[in-house]
C-alpha cells in the first residue's frame, strides 16, 4: 500500500512503472508488433503509390478532366499536413490507441467510399478524408516505439520499421499498375480498405493503451504555442523551407508524372510503375551514400553536398525542358537525380533542426513533415493549373521547386563558420 501511495504521489514515475508493465505485456506479441507499425507508418506513401499508375483510367472512367484528378492528390497532401499537426499532440492528451482506432477505421470507410465514386469532385473530397486517417497512423505509429519500446531498442525499430516503409513504397505502384491491368482502378481502394482493416484488427487485438505522462501539463493551445516559437527562429524556417521545396518538386512529379509518362511518352501502365519504383530505389541508394558523408564529415557538410547535387539536376532539369523535352531517356535520368537526394535532404534538415532545438526534437520532426506536405500541396496543386499534358510543363515546375529550395538552403547556412 505504501508503494502505491508513493506512486500516485509522484506521476511521472507512475507513468514510468505503467510503461513497464505495458512493454512487458507487448513483448508476448513483438513478432507482430513491429511490422504492424512499419505498415501503419507506410499508410501515407501506399495511399499515393499504388493508385498513380491509374490516374489517367479515373480520369477516363469518371468523365473527369486531368487536373481534376491530380486535385485527389492535392487534397491527400494537406490532409497529412493538417493531420500529422494535429493527431500528435491530441494523442499526448487523450491517448494513442483511441485515435489510432478512429483514425484507421476512418481510412477504411473512406477507401471504401473513393472505391464506389462516381465522380472526380467526390473522389477529391473522400482522398482528403482518407488522408486525415492515413496521418494518425503515420504519427502515432512512430509515437508507439516511443511508449513501447525502450531507448536503446528504439533506434533498430525505427530502422525496421523504415525498411518495411521503403519496401512498400517499392512494390506499390507495380502492385496497382497490375490490379488496373487485370481488374480495374476501383480495386485499389479495395485493397487499401481490406489491409486497412486488417491492421485495425491488430490495433485492437495486440496494441496496449500505453500509460499518458501525466506531469506533462501541455494542452493543446501550449503546442500550437511552441510550434509558433520554433517558427520565430529564421534559421529553422529557411530549412523548413529549403526542405520543403525540395519534396514540393518531387511531389510535382507525383501530381503529374502518370499523365506524361502514360498519356505522353506511351509508356504503360506497368512500364511506368517499374520506372517510378526506380525513384525509389534510388532514394534508398542515395540515403545509403548519405550516412556515409554524415559519418565520414558533418550534417551540415552532408546538407551542403546533396543540396548541390539537386541544384546541378535542376540545372540539368532546365536544360531537358528547353531543348529535349520529348527524349524518355532524358526525362528519366534528371527526375531521378532530383527525386534521389530529396530523402536525403530531409534526414540532413532534420537532423540540423535537432541541433538548433534539442529540445524541441518532437515539434521539429511535426513541422518538418508538416512543411513537406503543406508545400507539397501547393506544388502539386500548380503543376495542375499549369500542366498541358507535356513533360516541359511539368520539368519547368519540378525546376522552379528546385531553384527555390537551394535559394532557401543558402539563407540557412547565412553567417554559419560550418
Not at 256 to 281: C, H, K, L, Q
Not at 359 to 365: K, L, N
Amino acid at each position: 500500500m505504501k508503494r502505491l501511495t508513493s506512486l500516485t504521489a509522484q506521476p511521472f514515475i507512475c507513468y514510468q512503472f505503467a510503461q513497464g508493465y505495458v512493454m512487458t505485456k507487448t513483448q508476448t506479441h513483438s513478432k507482430l508488433l513491429v511490422p504492424l507499425l512499419g505498415y501503419l507508418v507506410a499508410f501515407g506513401p501506399l495511399s499515393v503509390d499504388m493508385y498513380l499508375p491509374s490516374l489517367p483510367t479515373i480520369a477516363n472512367d469518371l468523365g473527369s478532366s486531368q487536373s481534376t484528378i491530380q486535385y485527389t492528390i492535392t487534397s491527400f497532401l494537406f490532409g497529412m499536413a493538417i493531420g500529422m499537426l494535429f493527431f500528435g499532440p491530441m494523442s499526448d492528451l487523450i491517448g494513442r490507441k483511441k485515435l489510432l482506432l478512429i483514425g484507421t477505421s476512418s481510412y477504411v470507410i473512406s477507401s471504401i467510399g473513393c472505391a464506389l465514386v462516381n465522380d472526380g469532385e467526390s473522389l477529391v473530397l473522400l482522398r482528403f478524408l482518407q488522408s486525415l486517417g492515413a496521418a494518425s497512423a503515420g504519427v502515432l505509429g512512430r509515437a508507439l516505439v516511443k511508449d513501447l519500446f525502450p531507448l536503446d531498442k528504439a533506434a533498430g525499430i525505427l530502422s525496421n520499421m523504415h525498411i518495411i516503409s521503403m519496401s512498400v513504397m517499392l512494390m506499390s505502384p507495380v502492385l496497382g499498375a497490375y490490379i488496373v491491368t487485370w481488374l480495374n482502378w476501383r480495386w485499389i481502394f479495395y485493397v487499401l480498405s481490406a489491409l486497412s482493416f486488417l491492421s485495425l484488427i491488430g490495433i485492437f487485438c495486440i496494441l496496449q493503451e500505453p500509460p499518458r505522462d501525466t506531469s506533462n501539463k501541455t494542452n493543446f493551445k501550449g503546442y500550437l504555442k511552441m510550434y509558433a516559437e520554433c517558427l520565430s527562429n529564421k534559421k529553422v524556417t529557411f530549412y523548413l523551407l529549403a526542405n520543403g521545396f525540395s519534396f514540393g518538386g518531387m511531389f510535382a512529379f507525383i501530381a503529374a508524372s502518370a499523365f506524361v509518362y502514360i498519356d505522353f511518352f506511351g509508356f504503360s501502365e506497368t512500364t511506368y510503375a517499374m520506372v517510378f519504383s526506380s525513384n525509389v530505389a534510388m532514394i534508398i541508394a542515395a540515403t545509403f551514400i548519405n550516412k556515409k558523408l554524415v559519418s565520414q564529415f558533418t550534417v551540415y557538410k552532408a546538407l551542403r553536398v546533396t543540396s548541390t547535387t539537386s541544384l546541378s539536376a535542376t540545372l540539368l532539369i532546365f536544360i531537358v525542358a528547353l531543348f529535349f523535352p520529348s527524349t524518355a531517356l532524358l526525362f528519366i535520368a534528371v527526375t531521378m537525380l532530383y527525386i534521389s537526394v530529396t530523402g536525403a535532404i530531409g534526414a540532413n534538415s532534420l537532423a540540423c533542426l535537432f541541433d538548433i532545438a534539442p529540445t524541441r526534437a518532437g515539434t521539429m520532426a511535426g513541422l518538418l513533415i508538416a512543411t513537406q506536405f503543406i508545400v507539397g500541396g501547393f506544388s502539386s496543386s500548380v503543376t495542375n493549373m499549369v500542366f498541358d499534358g507535356t513533360a516541359s510543363s511539368l520539368l519547368v515546375m519540378m525546376g522552379i521547386c528546385g531553384i527555390i529550395s537551394y535559394g532557401f538552403h543558402r539563407l540557412s547556412q547565412k553567417g554559419s563558420s560550418y
